[in-house]
């Protein structure tokens, strides 16, 4: 039933796709619509974990949660020339409502900073509400052409979180961009996950930005994976949405802003750094299960093993481990210790006749 | 720049979009997408909490969290046909993607009953992998045509929880009812909503179901607001999805399914039901902030008021309370207390001359 699929090299993706499949992450491929998959348990909750992280890494630094509108009219979103230039080609867009045509086209989300810059217009209109920095996480859309990849070149990125903040002049701004790359360090060096910080060429930055600095890592068929970037936006949203502030100094002027980005592409380079010819390897505290407990079935001594597997399972648990007693009595143990190597949890405990006659446990 | 609305009867509406506002909840009724709006930081992390409430009871009963696409192919959304009847009125349809027309229209979905039948007949083969119960956090979208209120009659339903759950037999399906009943109830009662259960008639069912249980609160102006609905779909899904399972006794038939869900009208319940004139009321367990100090500016003791005051602070946050303390010097003490009420500060901590006279503090 397991395979072994070499990670490295020329194998890479259909390793990928086997530990999607197997470990039970993200159902992808057989979904009538190209480029959507849906999150399975056991992959929700790595996401869940990751993304805690990263909201704790925000709110601690002054970032506040909010939730906008997925739909976005095509003036909207047209009112930036050179960001409807850079999205036109991609964008879904809705022109029906029940069984009339809308008066209107609406896009579905690719991005957000025309709907928060049209927001700031209404909320900002003082220095002394700055900086404020404004962060959500949600799916958008990318009509993608090219060929897809589950969690990588998606057409529904269902975990997009996206940061957008405003400030008072460009040097705000610019230490905004750092903040903001110290943040990505921080959370990247927790999943362990590698990275080249560069700024972009012209042509390659984000589609109405002064610039875009990214974030690159190395994935094992040695490709470059871009798993986050930060751009400084400069005026470039706040003078078309008229976003007018005073200033400490009294002059009123357009406000600056940043925003930076990472998807579930990170979750996709957390799995395929770490794991192994045999499946995912998780850092403990991104896995959801951190501790699996396998009673090793030996005739006659079955009841006092599992006895003692369920003491283990509890004093664990009330140290608030995530603990999993695996006590199936269809499958044998070798299948269970392929099963959690392939879900990648961190340590397998065995109780056995051995573990029963000396009071100790085997960790692997 | 504070109104005092009566909360009860004919200015009840009038109430609630005054406490949005001013409260910062939701910033609604000047997005130019109308029944969208957009969830402001306070107004999120009172979602945040009542969510994660829910979470908690769905995953202590064996519910497992999914995200699930949001595009569902016509074909596919058409193929329960009581299903299709009851939403087509009402559903936005994708039909092109960058310039391109596409092949197929794509509905933005309106619940997901068809899409987690599609996968169950993937995954589930015997008896032996059942019941499941899964669920999802999503935003779903309705084309409303009546008059639209912010949370409660919406387009965008920025906040759905849906559950899926599917069983062996048909009495497997109805003891999940009660369950999902039984964990409605706890949900509602812990945040103070009343509610009357009760079976709606066949006309009011959920498109698809055999039957319907429905959760109405009364608001303030004597309306009742359904604020959640659990759904028996006997084997109307599964038939037509072939989610055929080999039961216990060997034979094979189709699965039995259930589907229950609330939305942020929850929400708006737990604003209506608790506030005052003065404006929002909340449970401590559901409140962004639980304890807010204002300090008194008092000539020649605000060095040691503020002192005490940060004592105060640091002591409370040990504790886990989510406590603010309000040093802004540009407004007034009575501004601050009429500010907190009307975000439902549970609790507030003044400290003045008398307070660091006496080494007490004053709690209203």
């Known amino acids: 039933m397991y395979e072994r699929i070499p990670k490295e090299g020329s194998s890479y993706s259909r390793w990928f796709d086997y530990v999607m499949e197997k470990a039970e992450l993200y159902d992808y491929g057989r979904y009538p619509v190209k480029g959507c998959g849906i999150w399975l348990p056991y992959g929700f909750k790595i996401r869940r974990f990751v993304l805690n992280y990263m909201r704790k890494l925000l709110d601690e630094t002054g970032h506040e949660e909010i939730l906008m509108p997925l739909l976005i009219p095509e003036d909207l979103l047209s009112k930036e020339k050179e960001h409807i230039e850079g999205f036109k080609g991609e964008v879904y867009w809705v022109t029906k409502g029940g069984e009339e045509d809308l008066d209107v086209k609406l896009a579905l989300r690719p991005t957000s900073e025309t709907v928060i810059s049209l927001y700031e217009s209404y909320w900002l209109k003082s220095y002394k509400q700055l900086p404020r920095k404004y962060y959500q996480i949600v799916n958008i859309f990318r009509y993608e052409t090219k060929a897809t990849k589950p969690m990588i070149r998606v057409r529904e990125v269902t975990t997009f979180k996206e940061a957008h903040t405003i400030h008072e002049t460009y040097e705000d701004a610019e230490k905004q961009v750092v903040e903001a790359i110290n943040i990505y360090r921080k959370f990247f060096d927790a999943l362990g996950i590698p990275y080249l910080i560069s700024k972009r060429p012209d042509w390659d930055k984000f589609a109405g930005a002064l610039y875009t600095i990214a974030f690159d890592t190395i994935m094992p068929d040695g490709r470059t994976l871009q798993i986050g970037t930060v751009h400084n936006l400069g005026q470039n949203f706040t003078k078309v949405f008229e976003v007018r502030i005073q200033l400490s100094d009294e002059s009123i002027d357009y406000a600056w802003q940043t925003s930076y980005g990472i998807s579930e592409r990170v979750i996709a380079a957390l799995i395929s750094v770490h794991g192994d010819d045999l499946g995912l390897i998780l850092p403990p505290e991104f896995a959801p299960i951190q501790v699996v407990i396998v009673p090793i ?29 695996d006590d199936r009595e269809e499958y044998s143990p070798g299948y269970k210790f392929y099963d959690w190597e392939l879900r990648g949890v961190p340590l397998r405990i065995e109780i056995g006749s051995k573990e029963v006659n000396t009071g100790t446990v085997t960790l692997a």
């Open 297 to 325: 079935p030996i005739k006659n001594m079955w009841d006092k093993i599992l006895e003692i597997s369920r003491n283990v399972y509890e004093s664990l648990k009330a140290h608030n481990i995530r603990v999993h007693l």
